[in-house]
């Protein structure tokens, strides 16, 4: 959780001091992935079942309790599960460099990298479906400068090789992302037809 701040006000530093720390990804998730992806768990939970999903046009949907708790789980496995594959994304889109990271590495690079989507999960407290969207477009933005920023640190190499390696890895988180937000949207925008 110390590199949160860091990350979000001088990026280039926080992610020289990232590199240097050999961090394991049971010390990552435990002391900053877990944390950070239960904001938009939490915040989601207590938007949908205290105002609830507004699809505009003044109609809401509240989600009953249950229905959001058991949303809520499945969406935390999501978003958990969502870090693990892009480590596996960066760990194979650098298979062909010379200071090749390893996986575990690669995974906690990912988590780091995805500190402003998580942060944006704050939006979720009003679930409105177009700010959450708006608010989503914009801390994915930031994720891409901080694939930028660390991509070069993190694999060795200069800036304009980074720039395609950032934007390929981008250009997949992207559809990783959607993916996460169809789901999103299914489970909490319609999940309480499921339960």
Request: charged share 10%; proline share 5%; hydrophobic share 50%.
């Amino acid at each position: 959780m110390n590199h949160v701040w860091g990350l979000l006000a001088h990026p280039n530093r926080e992610m020289h001091d990232i590199k240097q720390e050999n961090e394991t990804v049971s010390h990552h998730y435990t002391h900053h992935v877990l944390l950070m992806a239960a904001i938009p768990v939490v915040c989601a939970f207590i938007g949908t079942t205290q105002i609830g999903w507004n699809l505009g046009e003044g109609r809401t949907i509240p989600l009953s309790l249950f229905t959001a708790l058991g949303l809520a789980v499945l969406f935390y496995a999501i978003i958990l599960g969502g870090v693990a594959v892009m480590g596996r994304v960066i760990y194979w889109m650098a298979r062909d460099y010379p200071q090749r990271p390893n996986l575990p590495r690669c995974t906690v690079f990912a988590g780091y990298v995805a500190t402003p989507l998580f942060i944006s999960g704050i939006v979720a407290l009003y679930p409105l479906v177009w700010l959450c969207v708006l608010v989503g477009a914009l801390a994915l933005v930031y994720t891409g400068y901080l694939l930028y920023v660390g991509i070069p640190l993190f694999l060795n190499i200069d800036r304009d090789e980074s720039l395609r390696f950032s934007g390929s890895t981008l250009a997949i988180g992207i559809l990783v992302f959607e993916v996460l937000l169809a789901l999103t949207v299914v489970l909490w925008g319609y999940g309480y037809r499921m339960f």
